[in-house]
């Protein structure tokens, strides 16, 4: 049967366990005379009482024994790294809108560091650099089609603009299907063609976009739908 002890300080009698009661040696049983309760809020009071001395007596400490500080420290962090990265992943999708703009206003303070760092790092990992934009631009293979028309359109200094969403729509208007030979898209196989081509004079609206087949596509080039018309009736795909 398991002793019970009241304590001295609140005088509630509790199982004599290590459940209630802090280990003490210097004790003949083993246990503290207070319970953990009153144990803990007589450390959480005194500390909030002596919160500087507490500081400068830690400070003080850490200079001291710096080697065993870092080990505590390297030693914390690995048996807490799973629990902290879950705690960081969960607070990040709960506050994703405050990370993304922290994340932004620090990279433009800070743009030329990143850029920096970003060419280091590229060239001394080439390899995992190309895969890496490689596996995203499948993953994202949309996104890039779209980056990738505007580039062109700003080097051609073209008006206009478009979303990945009017590049949906035009999938959706074309039954999925190239606009130019009628062949069925497959999977993410589809490319974003100007109707009238940017070195002629064409823009970056919606309203000239349409989706096309690599193959015609690339087949189609600078000429103008009359022209790939014509050469699609002569010469076939």
């Avoid at 500390?47 to 030693?75: I, P, T």
């Avoid at 898209?185 to 974003?192: L, Q």
């Avoid at 100007?194 to 600078?222: D, E, F, I, M, W």
Wanted: hydrophobic letters at 25%.
């Amino acid at each position: 049967m398991t002793d019970v002890f009241c304590c001295k300080e609140c005088n509630v009698e509790k199982p004599r366990t290590e459940e209630h009661w802090h280990r003490d040696k210097n004790v003949p049983d083993g246990f503290c005379r207070k319970c953990k309760v009153c144990k803990n809020s007589y450390r959480d009071q005194w500390y909030r009482d002596n919160w500087q001395k507490c500081q400068e007596n830690s400070a003080a400490w850490r200079k001291a024994n710096r080697a065993q500080f870092d080990e505590n420290m390297r030693q914390w962090a690995k048996r807490t790294a799973a629990e902290r990265s879950a705690y960081k992943k969960q607070w990040r999708e709960a506050n994703i809108d405050r990370v993304l703009e922290r994340n932004a206003l620090h990279y433009h303070a800070n743009k030329d560091r990143y850029r920096q760092n970003g060419n280091k790092w590229r060239a001394k990992n080439r390899d995992k650099h190309i895969a890496g934009a490689d596996a995203s631009r499948k993953r994202h293979l949309d996104r890039y089609r779209v980056h990738a028309a505007k580039r062109r359109a700003m080097k051609q200094n073209a008006p206009g603009t478009f979303t990945r969403e009017d590049i949906k729509a035009q999938l959706i208007a074309q039954n999925g299907r190239c606009y130019w030979c009628s062949e069925a898209f497959v999977g993410d196989n589809h490319t974003i063609d100007h109707l009238t081509p940017l070195s002629r004079g064409g823009s970056n609206y919606p309203s000239n976009l349409v989706c096309a087949c690599r193959s015609c596509n690339s087949q189609k080039g600078p000429k103008t739908p009359d022209e790939y018309r014509l050469y699609l009736k002569e010469f076939g795909k």
